[in-house]
């Protein structure tokens, strides 16, 4: 059984492995942030909310997730270690 903590580890080592940085990101002041802030070589930065297989983000992750998106950022959300390697693979 693969848990989020999987999920979000894979996804530490695969950004790393690419030359990137996954910071684990959070907010005082907001709950509900994406669990990562990968910053990629070349400028890209995208947010990512680990999730374990099948679990889906809580009402005041969306909230967040779509505030996000309405400024321009990229979010994701990532359940398997597929969704991981497509991501990695196409910024």
Do not use: W
Not at 57 to 78: A, Y
């Amino acid at each position: 059984m693969i848990l989020e903590r999987d999920i979000e580890r894979y996804l530490v080592k695969r950004v790393k492995d690419v030359g990137g940085v996954a910071y684990k990101f959070t907010s005082p002041s907001r709950r509900g942030v994406p669990d990562r802030l990968c910053v990629f070589p070349d400028g890209v930065s995208v947010f990512i909310e680990c999730k374990a297989p099948k679990k889906k983000p809580s009402v005041l992750q969306e909230h967040e997730i779509d505030r996000l998106r309405n400024l321009g950022q990229k979010v994701f959300v990532v359940d398997s270690k597929q969704l991981v390697d497509d991501i990695v693979g196409s910024v």
